[in-house]
């Protein structure tokens, strides 16, 4: 049997798959959360640089990395919605950056925690620091522009021009720490290269960003369906669906 696709790019026919999917995204988050911090917190080493305090690597790497990974998302769905006028694709974007941004200011906090006893400072204005501040105001940037305009369709395609104009910062992000001499130490995990760190680390490290992507997801689809409900108010399925009638 085939499964039309496209069908699900109907905000009534997404609603109710987003619910159907929210239950296992949400037992695999929680899983995955607490598997990542046990391993994190009592069964990775000790570094023998940094002590105890470099766990906090498995907060601030997967929240850096789904900063980043999440603005693209944000992005191109914004774009989608922009080029081809589908009310779904900016409904995603917009909820996807509420969690954009948390990730990216819990990123910069933890980065603050971990530079204090590495730099003895909290914040310097490194090339990574600074791009990841940057990021955070992006997602800031586009989420009161849009709230800023009372026209939903007005607001999406102004918000999918600064989503756009800020993809560039993302791999400014990303390559930062080999484009020049910053404080913020180079990347322990690289595609083309064996990890620089042991494999407790690693794997908690990576259990942890599968957590939050997980996360993110429900986050988003929980939102999403939020935003349907808002912006479809005045239509028949969703009036019924108010009245009980449909499940």
Known sequence: MTINWFKYASPASFYFLAGRMLPYFTALAITLLIVGLYIGFFVAP???????????????????WMSMFLYVVMA???????????RLSSMVASAIAPTGAMFAFLA???????????????????ARLTSELILF???????????????????????AVIALVGVVNVPIIYFSVQWWNTLHQGASVSLVQSPKMATAMLSGM????????MYSI???????????LERERHTAWVSELKEGVLE
Request: charged fraction near 15%; hydrophobic fraction near 60%; avoid cysteine.
């Open 76 to 86: 191109f769905w914004a774009g989608v919605g922009l080029a081809f006028n589908t």
């Open 137 to 159: 105001f992006l997602y800031i940037g586009f989420m009161s522009l849009q709230a800023a305009i009372d026209d939903p369709k007005r607001a999406d395609k102004a918000g």
């Open 108 to 126: 910069l906090w933890t980065g603050a925690w971990w530079g204090k006893p590495m730099w003895g400072t909290w914040w310097v204005w490194d």
């Open 206 to 213: 990576l259990i942890m960003t599968l957590a939050a992507w």
């Open 46 to 64: 000790t570094d023998f640089q940094q002590g105890e305090a470099y766990r906090i690597i498995f907060i601030h790497v997967p929240a850096a």
């Open 218 to 228: 429900v986050i988003i689809l929980i939102r999403t369906r939020l935003i349907i």
